[in-house]
């Protein structure tokens, strides 16, 4: 050969010293066959398969000239053994082979990105590393760590509860949290399209959907209530902070004081048990006339507690009565909405920098209500109660079952949250430190939050003469009956009342971008064609979840709260976070995916001590507790209650509906897989829990580097593309 590496292709001349890696814009020498295969090759009639850029859409690949910036067309003819091996010999020949200035440019068209099924607008990703921190943190501590862990903390005996707790966080939360982040960020896909390594198991992608279509709706009426406290704290005094005649109960307690009646005069009778009668009706009581009998016999209530049911809730006795609609509350929920929309309406790029303050602030405004808890009379023995552990609690099953969906809760896990952050990381985002780093501030949050909760409530049963267990009505709204009375006994109430709403809203709304991200992250993976209509597609979505959210409004809504909240996070979340780790585990293997984390963060990390702790983890510890805790949970099933409320059979049917509705997802799609392959597509159902061809990276220069990939395997030829030339029968001349 001449000087130059010249060589022709019936009589069209190439130069390999002008081929070259274009997306790293590193030089790429191609390696020309030896001359006895140029002379053996066939002629060209006998390869009619063209392969096409847009400079010519015949049958021309567009070369350089030699010392000139024109270019020639050229015909390359390649006869591929299927339509398949033309496919990947072509998106290989485009994206690696031939080369052209305007390549770099984005002009030729990239058949390995249509292939990975990604879209013509490139895939978001996050401003910086700090915007994912951010993000996973405000996601995985929200509301749930201000009122659902005190809730579960006071309901399952203090301290006991943080014993089964720590145990999950350990075992099962901090083990799937780095398996989602690996997942999403290795895909650069949301959950109903990263399950693509075992086609059989990404009905789990509708699973996490589902769940987290239910707690968009129900989750927003909780910012809702956030909101209209936060416009009711500009005033003063606190509306909650004395007993008003017109929503307070018989037995509403101004801090400790009681209301008395002067049960004196003809027309009145004191009763020795402490009630006040009028003589015309014995058998009614119109109240109390004395203090004592009165703390002896009933239990004092919160004006906070009383305004909160009675006032904003404007609760009805049971859900067999839902009632009418109340106004304020819609216009609560309302205004949520319009809020999340703008927030979250220009994607991560939004709600990426409005995390910078939703996420810090609570923390600020939460060590600084600790700070004035911890001072106040009978706060030590709330402490003490949150602390110190009742061990005949670790006997009962509901106990380490409600450990365990807290985990997934808190950590955001196995709902599809996690996958959809990550998925907008770069590559070589170190999955493993952002883990310890996230897992680690939400346990500690939640930890932390638990200890001013209930120094709080040690100062009101301090201040109402009652043991801890008796002050509080457990239930989700702990946090608008303890917060908003510990506000009232601060000096300059209205202040930190506002403050202290301010954080509950954020915390809120941090929760409530992801989820809804994951919602729409979905949707955009599977139609990539949505994106251009991104914006309208957000407003539907927040204005469909608005008009369901329309129930929550009613004078029954709370009721309906906890339904969802009960059953939107039961065992059906933790059976799906026992088939995902049966998918990495067993089905796709450790092995291959620790192969997958080396690509992102290193061999050296992904083989770090701790590879036995996630293997184990994965393979055996997570399912056997998981697949355990589901089943024990159905056996020992009992009806919905919340304080002394009993939640009729209808209302505990559409419960187990929602339940199952999560969990056929995974079922639904796996037999759906399964009647595919065997009546309509007639295939081996050994393809089911094999890798699909568009598994891996979803960007190319991510692509290039999984030859590790059985499905990608025709990458590895880029190492030697004289013998992937000569395999593909190229003629060379």
Known sequence: MSSKEEFSLDNQIYNDNLVYKSDDDLKTKLNAPSENSIKNANSKNNYPYPIKTRYDVKSTVSKPLNNSKGSESSTVYVKPNSKRQLKKFKNFFVNKVFTDTSYADGEYERASVAESGSESQPREQWGGQFEFILSCIG???????????????????????????????????IPLFYLEFNVGQYTSQGPFMCWKMAPIFKGLGISMNTSSFYFC?????????????????????????????????????????????????DDFYENPNGMCYNRSDLDTPIGWWSKEKRSQNTKPILPSQDYYYNYILNRTPGLENSGEIVWKLVIAL?????????????????????????????????IILGINGWTLKGSEEGMLFFFKPDF???????????????????????????????????????????TFIITLTSSITAIFSGFVVFSYIGYLAHATNQQVKDVVSSGSGLSF???????????????????????????????????????????????????????LLIFSMCVAMFLLGLTFTTRGGAYWVEILDKFSSG????????????????????????????????????????????????????????????????????????????????ANLIGHLMTISILSGTIGWAI????????????????????????????PENRRLAVHLDNLKSLERSKSVSHFISDSSIIIN
């Open 392 to 434: 005949l609690k670790l006997t009962e099953a509901n106990v380490w079952f409600d450990a365990a969906v807290q985990v997934f809760f808190s950590m955001g896990t196995c709902s599809g949250g996690l996958i959809t952050l990550s998925s907008y990381n770069k590559f070589t985002e170190h999955t493993l430190r952002n």
């Open 334 to 366: 309302g205004a949520a909405w319009i809020i999340v929309f703008f927030c979250i309406f220009k994607g991560i790029k939004s709600s990426g920098k409005v995390v910078y303050f939703t996420s810090v602030f609570p923390f600020v405004v939460l």
């Open 139 to 173: 996601y995985a501590v929200g509301l749930g760590t201000i009122w659902r862990f005190p809730y579960l903390c006071y309901k399952n005996g203090g301290g006991a509860f943080l014993i089964p707790y720590l145990i999950f966080l350990i075992l099962v939360g």
């Open 217 to 265: 709706i129900y989750y927003n009426i909780i910012i809702g209530y956030s909101l209209y406290y936060l416009v009711l704290s500009f005033q003063s005094p606190l509306p909650w902070s004395k007993c008003d005649p017109s929503w307070a109960s018989q037995n509403c307690t101004d801090f400790g004081d009681f209301q008395l009646l002067k049960c004196k005069g």
């Open 481 to 535: 009956i303890v917060f908003p009375f510990a506000a009232t006994s601060i000096p300059g109430a209205p202040f930190w009342s506002v403050i202290f709403f301010i954080m509950m809203l954020t915390l809120g709304l941090d929760s409530q971008f992801a989820t809804l991200e994951i919602v729409i992250t979905s949707i955009l993976d599977g139609v990539p064609k949505a994106r251009k209509h991104k914006k």
């Open 571 to 650: 065992w059906a979340v933790l059976m799906v976070g026992a088939m995902e780790c049966v998918c990495i585990g067993w089905v796709y293997g450790y092995n291959k995916f620790k192969k997958d984390i080396g690509l992102m963060i290193g061999d050296k990390l992904a083989n770090c001590f701790l590879s036995w702790y996630w293997a184990t983890c994965w393979k055996f510890i997570c399912p056997f507790l998981l697949f355990g805790l589901a089943i024990f949970s159905i056996i020992k099933y009992k009806p919905l209650q919340v304080d002394d409320y009993i939640y009729p059979e209808w």
């Open 672 to 699: 759906y897989m399964i009647v595919d392959a065997l009546f309509i597509n007639k295939r081996s159902l050994k393809t089911l829990f094999k890798p699909e061809e568009a598994w891996g990276p979803l960007l």
